[in-house]
Nanobody
Framework: QEQLVESGGGLVQPGGSLRLSCAAS??????????IGWFRQAPGKEREGVIC??????????YSPDSVKGRFTIARDNAKNTMYLHMHSLKPEDTAIYYC?????????????????????WGQGTPVTVSS
């Protein structure tokens, strides 16, 4: 069964840091061609992209919106078939369910934004709560 499995969510104080992991099973995240990304969905809001990485053939650059730029980074470990989301200087408004995603087409991550519909592999979501 092809799936993405997330871990690492939890409760963190404002200003704190957290690392989320997303392991692929049943398939290989081919970094040469897959775009990867992280999304979040707060209660009553649409799911939004928070950071993505281009496929290697497309340059391997990253994109993130201003709301998280400089605080969130994305990383990958080819040997472990795993991607990560590193979050720093967390704010209460970062509270949400966080989802990892991958696009085998290589699309979905652009210089101007993230297109949710281009991603075809999704994790089950992990909750992050930022509160004192």
């Amino acid at each position: 069964q092809e799936q993405l499995v997330e871990s690492g969510g939890g409760l963190v104080q404002p200003g704190g840091s957290l690392r989320l992991s997303c392991a692929a099973s049943g398939f290989t995240l081919d970094w040469n061609f897959y775009a990867i990304g992280w999304f979040r969905q707060a209660p009553g809001k649409e799911r939004e992209g928070v950071i993505c990485m281009f496929s290697r053939v497309s340059g391997g650059r990253t994109y993130s919106p201003d709301s998280v730029k400089g605080r969130f980074t994305i990383a990958r470990d080819n040997a472990k078939n795993t991607m990560y989301l590193h979050m720093h200087s967390l704010k209460p408004e970062d509270t949400a369910i966080y989802y990892c995603a991958a696009a085998d087409s290589g699309y979905g991550c652009y210089e101007s934004g993230i297109t949710k519909s281009d991603f075809d592999y999704w994790g089950q979501g992990t909750p992050v709560t930022v509160s004192s």
